[in-house]
């Protein structure tokens, strides 16, 4: 009985019934221009309460990450004619893909240009940084000036660069240690480029376009 006299009522007015809830639903939608979209893995499955939410609010906090990344590897391995990377033409060659990507790679989104380094890469500051023990072990390894500088020595897994102390497997893989100066081979090199989100894009928007640029392994011909 209740809603056969609703329904009169509304029978009877529809114009109400009708505009006020396009209205409403008009008014309603300008919410969509303050709407910010959360894609933080570190909140989007994390209760309210947890204590990682804590723990990094106190971390961003004391060093400002605010920034979601993720990231390019690029292994280097050797082809089938050569079995060792650890030769110093091959070297230069690797340490010229990362002076390459960090200071010249290009990425179109969008209709605009973007470089690596200077758009993307710096706003991370671990990121230029983040082939550096490849580099000093490439400088340390071949430059016999450096290796005989006591300050310097290698004991793997670590590579003792004057104050600095790093952790050499976190890039070279296969290692076959002997020789001189007390490793004779590396079969594979990984290159870690982190890829930051902008203001323009997601990290994994420059994540896709890097991905089809970058080869899954880079064959070094001889």
Not at 73 to 78: D, G, K, L, Q, Y
Not at 149 to 156: E, Q
Not at 158 to 171: A, Q, R, S, V
């Amino acid at each position: 009985m209740l809603f056969y006299k609703y329904g009169l009522i509304v029978s009877y007015n529809p114009r109400p019934f009708v505009l006020i809830p396009v209205a409403i639903t008009f008014l309603l939608s300008f919410g969509v221009f303050t709407m910010k979209v959360e894609d933080d893995l570190r909140f989007l499955y994390s209760p309210i309460n947890s204590p990682a939410r804590l723990e990094y609010s106190i971390h961003r906090a004391f060093t400002g990450d605010s920034i979601n990344s993720t990231y390019v590897a690029v292994a280097v391995e050797p082809n089938n004619n050569l079995r060792n990377l650890l030769r110093k033409e091959i070297a230069t060659e690797i340490l010229s893909l990362n002076e390459f990507v960090l200071n010249n790679l290009t990425v179109n989104l969008n209709g605009r240009i973007y470089n690596f380094g200077k758009d993307i890469c710096i706003r991370t500051t671990l990121c230029p940084l983040s082939n550096t023990i490849v580099q000093f072990f490439f400088n340390a390894f071949w430059n016999e000036k450096l290796w005989d500088d006591p300050r310097v020595r290698l004991d793997y897994p670590f590579l003792y660069f004057f104050d600095n102390k790093f952790f050499l497997p976190l890039h070279l893989y296969g290692v076959k240690l002997g020789g001189a100066k007390g490793i004779e081979s590396i079969e594979m090199i990984h290159l870690h480029y982190p890829v930051p989100s902008t203001d323009h894009a997601s990290s994994i928007c420059y994540y896709q376009h890097f991905a089809d640029y970058f080869l899954c392994e880079i064959q070094i011909k001889q």
